[in-house]
């Protein structure tokens, strides 16, 4: 079992930047896949970006290509997602997940991820 958590999160002006962390810790043997998520409440979960553990192109929701940056540590066991030019719409609990499956490339579908953290709150404000 993978453990999340995640941090970064806060208020912040149109135009502005975050950057959030998710730090893993536990059992990361069969984790092939880390990604972001987001959800607004009373809406759907929805994927933002991905990359897998090994390396690669990351994926990006097309809503946020450009503006949106997946990275990682491997050393530190971490997952970052910066975010620039920040909108009013992308005010959501953002989730960091681990999962994916083996040979299959890395994509942010709920689905494909069976360990998720507790989220961390973006409000933007215009």
């Known amino acids: 079992q993978v453990q999340l958590v995640e941090s970064g999160g806060g208020s912040v002006q149109a135009g502005g930047s975050l950057r959030l962390s998710c730090r893993a810790s536990?059992?990361?043997?069969?984790?092939?896949?880390m990604g972001w998520f987001r959800q607004v409440l009373g809406k759907e979960r929805e994927g933002v970006a991905a990359i897998s553990t090994g390396g690669g192109s990351p994926y990006y929701a097309d809503s946020v290509k450009g503006r949106f940056t997946i990275s990682q540590d491997n050393a530190k066991n971490t997952l970052y997602l910066q975010i620039n030019s920040l909108k009013p719409e992308n005010t959501a609990m953002y989730y960091c997940a681990a999962g994916g499956r083996p040979f299959v490339r890395c994509r942010s579908i709920v689905h494909e991820y069976n360990n998720w953290g507790q989220g961390t709150q973006v409000t933007v404000s215009s």
């Open positions: 536990g059992y990361t043997f069969n984790t092939y896949c």
